[in-house]
């Protein structure tokens, strides 16, 4: 019996849902503000500060728990985990709201240094929250439902995602801003090799189904060709 999969390719699917909603209530929001005759202050002026990123995750963290009453961690609807959405919409939104507010290039250092700290502490306590609240004998509660423990699993995954974005940018400004030859080759091909590398791995992968071999060996064979 045959049976499709996108594989990664559900991500792009969801940008491309994501970049039409924005783009279309952009133009919503050209034609609101264009009847006005008080406009606002521009948007760089407001700069990234702790109670943005707090509310961000007061948000998130609630919502997350909400959406997994309906559509716990691990389910799909169309190869979609709604679960993980507002994660995926939340932080969308954030990269957008960062480029137009100029929060990526002006990232102050107090915020950076803070928030780094914090996505290194619920880096560690996740693991270990894990380990000695029972999840890896019973994961059933931590993926939704009204528990303590999906509610916890929330708030860990909200403050976890949105200070690590924080900590990224900050190395990825201070120590990786710049690209060699083969930096600009590789970021040039970066979205066609994500469209068609599922297509040649499954090509390489497939002759190997059948084969009585290691797993580990079938990967060692096939990685380095793809």
């Known amino acids: 019996e045959l049976w499709f999969s996108p594989g990664p390719l559900w991500f792009v699917e969801a940008l491309l849902i994501f970049s039409l909603a924005y783009v279309l209530g952009r133009a919503i929001l050209s034609r609101v503000q264009a009847r006005r005759v008080n406009h606002a202050h521009p948007a760089g002026q407001r700069p990234l500060t702790h109670a943005r990123i707090l509310a961000l995750i007061l948000v998130l963290a609630p919502l997350s728990f909400a959406v997994r009453l309906f559509f716990p ?18 932080l969308f939104a ?29 880096m560690l306590s996740l693991p270990l929250f894990s380990v000695f609240s029972g999840a890896l004998e019973n994961p059933y509660p931590f993926q939704g439902g009204i528990t303590w ?12 995602c949105t200070a690590m974005s924080i900590l990224l940018l900050g190395i990825f400004r201070l120590r990786l801003d710049r690209q060699g030859r083969l930096g600009q080759l590789l970021s040039r091909n970066a979205y066609a090799v994500y469209l068609i590398h599922p297509a040649v791995l499954v090509g390489l992968a497939y002759p190997l189904q059948r084969v009585a071999i290691d797993p580990l060996l079938k990967y060692v064979l096939v990685a380095p060709v793809a």
């Open 73 to 90: 961690i691990d389910t799909e609807w169309y190869h979609f985990q709604l679960s993980m959405f507002p994660q995926y919409i939340f």
């Open 94 to 122: 954030a990269g957008i709201l960062a480029y137009r507010r100029d929060w990526l290039p002006d990232l102050p250092r107090g915020v950076r240094r803070a928030w780094s700290a914090i996505a290194i502490l619920a």
């Open 149 to 160: 423990q999906s509610l916890a699993t929330s708030i860990l995954e909200a403050v976890y």
